[in-house]
């Protein structure tokens, strides 16, 4: 899970790759996630001036073998619907 490199618009990419985690307790694998989102919207506010304030999520399950890699589906399916519904007029795509 990083933030790492902009789009055109400037608006920060942060990139989740669900086979690279390690098993983690429920609380910690969202707040985490949490963290990097706002972090994500600081850096398209700085790089932008202010002109942006949207990101763009990608989650990469490339390689991912659902029972042998953590965290579980339904985690991340989670952290999507909370995505959803707290930063609607944040996420771009």
Not at 16 to 27: A, D, G, I, Q, W
Not at 74 to 92: A, G, I, Q, W
Request: proline fraction near 4%; include cysteine; glycine fraction near 6%.
């Amino acid at each position: 899970m990083i933030v790492r490199g902009y789009d055109k618009e400037k608006r920060a990419l942060f990139n989740y790759f669900p086979r690279l985690k390690n098993s983690e307790h429920e609380v910690n694998f969202l707040r985490i996630h949490y963290y990097m989102v706002e972090r994500a919207i600081a850096c398209t506010e700085r790089a932008s001036n202010g002109s942006q304030e949207k990101v763009i999520v990608l989650v990469d399950y490339g390689g991912y073998k659902g029972a042998i890699h953590d965290p579980p589906l339904k985690l991340t399916k989670k952290m999507v619907f909370y995505l959803r519904d707290h930063y609607p007029e944040r996420m771009h795509r």
